[in-house]
């Protein structure tokens, strides 16, 4: 088991910038990649991006490509989104989430999630 605990969340007004960051515990070493979801209210679960946690190869939806940035500091067993040009429309619970080799964009791929942060941003 890989537990997942996010922070950083918070209220940001639009054009600002927040780093969230996920601190993974446990099994850490059956992790292979690691994502960022989003869920706004009424609407289903969406992929934000995801990292290789060796490699570190990166992948982005284009709803926040050239926005927003996913790293890992391996030492630490933390994934971190940097957050930048916020619109109101990014406004979601954010969670990171944990998968085996295959894992990739579909929620159904990770095994392991966090609890979730909230991000509002306000216009």
């Known amino acids: 088991q890989v537990q997942l605990v996010e922070s950083g969340g918070g209220l940001v007004q639009a054009g600002g910038s927040l780093r969230l960051s996920c601190a993974a515990s446990?099994?850490?070493?059956?992790?292979?990649?690691m994502g960022w979801f989003r869920q706004a209210p009424g609407k289903e679960r969406e992929f934000i991006a995801f990292i290789t946690w060796s490699a570190g190869s990166t992948y982005y939806a284009n709803s926040v490509k050239g926005r927003f940035t996913i790293s890992r500091d391996n030492a630490k067993n933390t994934v971190y989104l940097q957050m930048v040009s916020l619109k109101p429309e990014d406004t979601a619970v954010y969670y990171c989430?944990?998968?085996?080799?295959?894992?990739?964009?579909?929620?159904?791929?990770?095994?392991?999630w966090g609890q979730g942060t909230q991000v509002t941003v306000s216009s």
């Open positions: 446990g099994r850490t070493f059956s992790i292979y990649r």
């Open positions: 989430a944990a998968g085996s080799v295959g894992a990739a964009v579909a929620v159904g791929e990770y095994n392991s």
